[in-house]
């Protein structure tokens, strides 16, 4: 589920749909019932809220991605850099790496 809603997280700007259905399809294969009895959210919220006319407010979001016990992580967008190390010359200066 994790890897899953990742992948939807990573479809970019517009992508709320797409996350929205991701946590529709977790949700059910979890049992709506248990999710709504983890989340503190009613069973019919949850289908309304996550149906595909719903438009969750974040923190609904953030009680349903935590009562699927997945974590949401967050990382700079962009190119990743390199972790440079700097070496030692022979004179004992440091060089770029």
Same mark, same amino acid.
């Given at each position: 589920? +994790?890897?899953?809603?990742?992948?939807?997280?990573?479809?970019?700007?517009?992508? $709320?749909? /797409?996350? #929205?259905?991701?946590?529709?399809?977790?949700? #059910?294969? #979890?049992?709506? $019932?248990?999710? +709504?009895?983890? $989340?503190?959210?009613?069973? &019919?919220?949850?289908?309304?809220?996550?149906? %595909?006319?719903?438009?969750?407010?974040?923190?609904?979001?953030?009680?349903?991605?935590?009562?699927?016990?997945?974590?949401?992580?967050? %990382?700079?967008?962009?190119?990743?850099?390199?972790?440079? /190390?700097? #070496?030692?010359?022979? $004179?004992? &200066?440091?060089?770029?790496?």
């Amino acid at each position: 589920m +994790a890897l899953y809603l990742d992948a939807c997280l990573d479809e970019g700007p517009g992508a $709320s749909n /797409v996350v #929205r259905a991701a946590l529709m399809d977790s949700a #059910r294969a #979890r049992g709506m $019932s248990q999710l +709504a009895c983890d $989340s503190g959210i009613t069973r &019919e919220g949850l289908y309304k809220t996550l149906s %595909a006319s719903g438009n969750p407010e974040f923190s609904t979001g953030l009680e349903v991605i935590k009562a699927l016990k997945i974590k949401l992580h967050t %990382a700079p967008v962009g190119k990743e850099k390199s972790r440079k /190390v700097a #070496r030692k010359k022979s $004179s004992g &200066e440091l060089a770029p790496a």
